[in-house]
């Protein structure tokens, strides 16, 4: 028998985790199909003998898992890192690529030749395509990259170093609910666009991006770009055949202009946070690029996978010698990749068809593929256990702390229920007479895990740039925290936090 003392003592000791939008702990059942691969199972997977082929296969086993959770072909899914190095692969590999597009490379990869007759177009079209052409390809060329205000580190410090190298950036507004402005995005879109960067769900506030509408503003404009720029080529063909009616005029479809065909511009969407509570259908949200993370869903650290939408043609490459023996190709630079877009930054041994060299993370990846089959299987009882969580947290900390209030707009939709999305998982709370920074150190010696944003930056306490881009004033940032919950998440850890949280406020 335990006595009420003992209770109460080991009740008072009980840790409470609320930084489930930081990382989630591994289950069980993932741990178990990890573990051969750490001793037993060890192979190289670049290794032709057994030990190879038994860590290639359960690499190819995960992908294939992953692929078809989010309706992609298995080729398109590239294993990485973790998030933040596919967030990396999606804008440098983009804009890199788009470069070596632009300066001929890929032109001479795919035995394309860049014919003299090229150079009789009028100088006015190439004025008007943003510098002077060499052949058919424009020189001086600065690509553009919008990015949402709202997106994590990972996305927003890279296009930044991105200017260094000449790119422009710019940044797409959210309003006070966190959602960009779709009006606005289309009159930022121009021809030099050639990604668009949106995060699906907030990782600070959680707030829901419209993707598919998303993806419809940039498929429109890709469509009547495409239509100006054929009347252009054709109008080109004219004039050319009037003038030299013995040569061939140089075209290949709409790659004809370089960059400008109808491909760009490109939409990335960072699914970090998304998997775990809603569907992530690359066909159906319209994306090119797709950042998913083991983390966030229950599986181990060190995993992390970009969606590569597969192209029509694809360009040359390198990968390890098992797989060129198996695609019957010779490691000469013939087409491995799967896209004609995207150029690796981590370069070596050619792994991951190309996109990502470096001896795979097997027991990780084996992890990552196991921890998204459960996600996938559980995806909406989850959300409704962790919704009723979420709201239940809400209810009694309105109680003891009445003028506290919610970032993101979403306070109005838990408590009147209005239609609209909102991720199940995340509350961004304004604690108006404290301050963040006190209150989470005071928070975590009482046994209790939040945090004031991005697990990212969290330690230095800089204000979010999230709430800024909301329009907030400073004193709200700086008194506003994150909660958030998880499957393992209960009504008795709620209630004791609650109790705690109570105690520290001095209600």
């Not at 078809?68 to 899914?77: D, S």
């Not at 009006?183 to 699906?200: A, H």
Request: glycine letters at 10%; proline letters at 4%.
């Amino acid at each position: 028998m335990v006595s009420k003392g003992n209770e109460k003592m080991k009740k008072q000791s009980l840790k409470i985790y609320l930084d489930y939008a930081a990382s989630t702990p591994v289950l069980r059942e993932v741990k178990r199909v990890m573990e051969p691969y750490f001793s037993d199972t060890f192979g190289n997977p670049g290794s032709l003998h057994s030990f190879g082929q038994e860590a290639i296969a359960a690499i190819d086993a995960a992908r294939e898992t992953i692929a078809k959770a989010i309706h992609a072909e298995f080729r398109e899914v590239i294993f990485t890192s973790g998030a933040t190095e596919a967030n990396n692969l999606a804008l440098r590999g983009v804009v890199f690529g788009t470069r070596e597009w632009e300066s001929g490379i890929r032109g001479r990869e795919s035995g394309i030749n860049l014919p003299a007759q090229a150079c009789l177009r009028r100088q006015a079209g190439n004025k008007e395509l943003g510098g002077r052409r060499k052949g058919s390809i424009t020189r001086g060329f600065r690509p553009k990259v919008i990015v949402s205000a709202i997106e994590h580190e990972s996305v927003l410090d890279t296009a930044y170093a991105l200017e260094k190298d000449g790119v422009e950036v710019a940044v797409l507004p959210v309003d006070k609910r966190g959602i960009v402005d779709l009006k606005k995005l289309e009159t930022m879109l121009d021809e030099r666009t050639v990604l668009v960067s949106v995060m699906y769900v907030n990782n600070e506030i959680g707030s829901v991006q419209p993707i598919s509408k998303i993806s419809e503003v940039i498929r429109n404009f890709r469509n009547a770009k495409f239509q100006t720029l054929n009347a252009k080529s054709i109008a080109e063909s004219t004039m050319l055949k009037a003038h030299q009616p013995t040569i061939r005029p140089f075209y290949i479809g709409h790659l004809d202009f370089g960059f400008a065909g109808e491909a760009y511009p490109l939409l990335h969407v960072d699914a970090a946070q998304a998997f775990e509570y809603f569907k992530c259908d690359v066909g159906r949200l319209g994306v090119d690029l797709m950042t998913l993370s083991s983390q966030k869903i229950y599986g181990p650290k060190g995993a992390g996978a970009l969606f590569v939408k597969n192209q029509e043609s694809g360009i040359k490459g390198q990968e390890s010698g098992i797989r060129n023996k198996e695609l019957g190709v010779k490691r000469d630079g013939a087409i491995i990749h799967n896209s004609k877009f995207l150029i690796p930054f981590v370069t070596g041994g050619g792994q991951e068809f190309g996109f990502r060299s470096g001896t795979e993370n097997v027991p990780a990846i084996v992890g990552f593929g196991n921890a998204a089959m459960l996600a996938e299987k559980g995806r909406a009882k989850h959300a409704k256990q962790v919704t009723e969580v979420r709201n239940y947290f809400w209810r009694e900390l309105k109680k003891i702390y009445p003028q506290a209030s919610m970032n993101g707009d979403n306070e109005l939709r838990i408590g009147n229920k209005e239609s609209g999305i909102m991720a199940p998982h995340i509350i961004n709370a304004y604690f108006p007479t404290e301050f963040a920074g006190d209150l989470l150190v005071k928070m975590d010696m009482a046994g209790i895990a939040a945090s004031s944003g991005s697990a990212c930056s969290a330690r230095s306490f800089v204000p979010s740039h999230v709430l800024e881009a909301l329009g907030l004033p400073s004193e709200r940032i700086r008194g506003s925290i994150r909660f958030s919950f998880g499957v393992p998440t209960t009504r008795q850890e709620i209630r004791e936090a609650v109790r705690r949280i109570k105690k520290l406020l001095g209600e």
